[in-house]
Every structure is written in C-alpha cells, then in structure tokens.
C-alpha cells in the first residue's frame, strides 16, 4: 500500500532477503548469521508496518554496529549454566536475532525433553520482532514466549524521565486456522519509530502515545521525540516493563533500567525465551478443537459501530505477510537507496537496481 508523501517502490520478497544477506556478509557477518539476520529483517517487512522499523531499514544500523564493534560476528553461543528445563546464555555481543533464535530452538530441544524449556540471555543485542521467535515454537507445536528488555525511552506512571524500555512481549500459540496466534507488542502505547513516521508525513501523533518534555500529552511529532513514550494501560504497562526488565536484565545479568543500548559499543540486551510442549497437557487433536473453539468465540462479538470484523492477534500480519509474499513488498525509496549505498561502500553488486531506477509513486 503506497503511503501519501512516501515514495515506494514494489520488490519480491526474495530478492530483498538475498541483497540484504549479501550486504551483511560484506559487512563481516557469517553466512549463517546473515541468512539468519536477513531472514528475522524480512519478516519485519512482511508483516509489520514500515513505520514500526522492523524491515530492512535495521541493516544500516547493524552494519555500523559491525564496524564499531557493537556486533561480533562469529560470537560464541556460551551456555553458562544448564539444567534439564533452563539455561542461561552469554550472547557475547552477537546479534541478537541470532542469538535468540539459538536460544528459542535450545528452549524446543528442553521442552521436547521435560515440557517446557526456558533460557535467558544476557550480553546480546536487538532481536528484531518478538514473534518472530516465539512462532519458531509455534511451528513445532508448542507454544513460545519471547522478551526482551530495551532502552529506557519510557516514563513511569505519574513521571516524565524516560527510565523504563519499551520491553516487548511476542506470545505465539499454533492453531489450525492457517496461521498461529501471534502477539507481539511493545508495552509503549507506541514507538518512536512510528512517531518519527508521522513527521515525515506531516501528521500529528495520536495523543496517547508520547509527551512532551514537560509531562503533557502531546499530538506534534517533534515534541514527541523530544518526551518520553506513555506505557500501555497506565500504571500496568509500568508493572509490565518493570517486571520485564527483572525477568530479562535483572535475572540475566544483562543490562537493566537505564543502562541497556547506553554504550554503542556494548548494548548488553537480556531475553528470556520460553517454549512449552502443547502435548505434555493434552492431545494435539484435542488442543486444537479448543483454540479453535475460543477463536470462534471472540471473532462472534457484536461488532462496535465502524468495525467489519474482529481480527485475531497475528492475523492483521499473516494477512500482510501472504499479500507481500505473493505481489511483492512496497519498499520505501529512501531505505532502498540506503540498501544502495551500504553494497556500493563494500563493493556489493547492487541486484535492485531495476527497482530503484523504475521507482513511481
């Protein structure tokens, strides 16, 4: 969908993931790392909206992460402390989207084992969309859990210093329906990212997103960026974020509060990643007729005047995701150029080319 004042322009989704694990390489990542990096940056295009800065617009920022040392490649996976059902985890300063996804798949191999299987993850950096990783579970019939703790870039119920991160949550559980349950949010009413979107198109931000330096709720983009975010819920999206950062940096000995992403060099992220095996609760069969039967029972809502259905958590993206994959994503012309110029810097064949050079509206 073409946005107004947003130039785009249409590419399939494999050409992007194999320009962008081109770059990556170039970059320093390992093969592994970056098939796996391009891919979780894929996804974000597929299914998110590209004001929420989960696409591919990521790499430039991974890339100078490569190069000031921010990111290791070829960090080692350390399993500092394991039992049958838990691990902890140093990332040394990898890529997080790496990291976590070995993560979740230790957390599968435990569960598979014992039922459930937990692992925490300490010296990381960003994963990129939660669900991601928690529907790697999803996909082996269990059902996966993934948080992470961020940057302070939220205040407090009743404050106006940013202390708290926007600590996600991605909760994903299979179904039969065609795609699985997936939610993936921020605790954060919204993101800068999606502030920063509404400026570059002239628009004013809802007034429950952000507010300005002084503590008042604010609808201009600018004074936005210059506040701290407004946690979901009020004083429970506050609990949430602060529970979150005691579950993923407290318990992890990872970074915490105000520290995470202070040094560039040094992000020190925590997650937690959690997989539970549907089938030491009941049979497979017997699960599926009852997440069906409850989907059923929340999309029957009396709909609210000017709303045509009720979406499940994960289809709005599923949706999205079959419709890129099958027409090609619309790609924002200022983060193709960036993708441009980060192969042209280490002598990458720019594959897109066509695409940029044929951009329309």
């Not at 490569?66 to 990898?94: N, Q, Y």
Request: overall charge negative; some cysteine.
């Amino acid at each position: 969908m073409t946005q107004p004042g947003i130039t785009q322009v249409t590419i399939p989704a494999e050409a992007l993931r194999r320009q962008a694990e081109a770059i990556l390489v170039a970059y320093g990542a390992t093969p592994e790392e970056a098939a796996l990096q391009a891919d979780a940056r894929l996804q974000g295009e597929l299914r998110g909206h590209p004001g929420q800065g989960q696409g591919m617009r990521g790499i430039e920022r991974y890339c100078a992460m490569l190069e000031s040392g921010g990111i290791v490649p070829g960090a080692p996976f350390e399993i500092v402390v394991e039992t049958v059902a838990t691990a902890l985890v140093d990332g040394h300063k990898g890529f997080g989207q790496v990291i976590a996804t070995r993560a979740m798949d230790l957390a599968i191999e435990k569960a598979r084992a014992v039922g459930v299987g937990l692992v925490a993850v300490r010296h990381s950096n960003h994963l990129g969309i939660t669900a991601y990783h928690a529907m790697r579970a999803a996909h082996q019939r269990m059902i996966g859990i993934c948080l992470t703790n961020a940057g302070p870039e939220m205040a407090p119920w009743g404050g106006i210093t940013p202390t708290l991160g926007t600590n996600p949550w991605g909760i994903a559980a299979p179904t039969d329906l065609g795609f699985p349950l997936a939610l993936d949010m921020a605790l954060s009413t919204s993101g800068k990212g999606m502030v920063r979107w509404h400026q570059r198109l002239g628009l004013p931000v809802p007034t429950d997103w952000a507010y300005d330096k002084d503590g008042n709720l604010t609808d201009d983009p600018a004074k936005a960026l210059d506040g701290p975010l407004v946690p979901i819920g009020a004083f429970k999206g506050t609990g949430l974020s602060l529970m979150t950062d005691v579950l993923c940096g407290v318990l992890t000995g990872a970074a915490f509060g105000l520290t995470p992403y202070r040094d560039p060099t040094n992000h020190d992220v925590g997650h937690m990643l959690i997989a539970i095996d549907i089938e030491r609760f009941m049979p497979w069969d017997t699960y599926l007729e009852r997440i069906r039967k409850l989907c059923e029972e929340v999309r029957a809502s009396e709909l609210r005047p000017g709303f045509s259905e009720i979406l499940l958590p994960g289809e709005l993206e599923h949706r999205r995701a079959t419709e890129r994959l099958r027409d090609g994503i619309p790609f924002d012309l200022q983060d193709l150029e960036t993708l441009r110029r980060l192969a042209e810097q280490r002598g990458v064949p720019f594959t897109l080319e066509r695409y940029r050079t044929g951009a329309t509206p």
